[in-house]
Every structure is written in C-alpha cells, then in structure tokens.
C-alpha cells in the first residue's frame, strides 16, 4: 500500500484531492441550506440567553450586570449578521431575477 501512495506523482494526488473537495451542486446547496438553518438556530438560541439573563436582573437575582450587558451585545450583533446575510441573499435573487434569458 506505501508503495502505490509513493508510486503516485504528487500532481496526481492533487488532482484526485481537488476532485474530492468539489460538491455538486445539490450537496453545495444542501450544505449551505444546514449553514443557514444553524446560524439561524444559533442566533435564535443567543437572543433566547439574553433574555433569561435580563430578566434574572430584573428579579434581582444573582447575575452580573456585565454579563447581561455581554449577552445582549452578543445577541443584537448576531441579529445583525444574521439580517445583513439575508439581505444579501435577497439581493443576490433580485440579481438572478434580473438577468436576461
């Protein structure tokens, strides 16, 4: 088996990696389909934190006000992202949409 790794040129196993790494094109969409329903997921799950963590401050209980502070920002930035990408999106269909037949 060493034999035949070593036998092969090192062009052939570039070859044969970047054949490897292309996804079709349903698996590209499939993979960034997962991308998005996690990202999504993620900054759902970051907004859901920063409002337990703020009403544990407003109950007064024992929680730092940096880290509501923190939470929060880590949510509305998130958020943030999170929108900028599906105007991206939404902006790359238009394109699409535009082009000529």
Do not use: C, W
Request: proline letters at 3%.
């Amino acid at each position: 088996m060493i034999q035949s790794i070593m036998a092969s040129s090192p062009m052939e196993a570039m070859q044969a990696e970047s054949v490897k790494l292309t996804p079709t094109s349903a698996e590209a969409q499939q993979s960034f389909g997962s991308y998005l329903k996690t990202a999504i997921a993620d900054t759902n799950e970051a907004q859901v934190q920063s409002d337990v963590m703020t009403q544990k401050l407003i109950m007064g209980e024992n929680v730092e006000l940096h880290e509501v502070m923190i939470a929060a920002q880590k949510a509305a930035i998130s958020l943030n992202a999170t929108m900028e990408i599906r105007n991206k999106v939404v902006e790359a269909y238009q394109e699409i949409i535009r082009m000529p037949v």
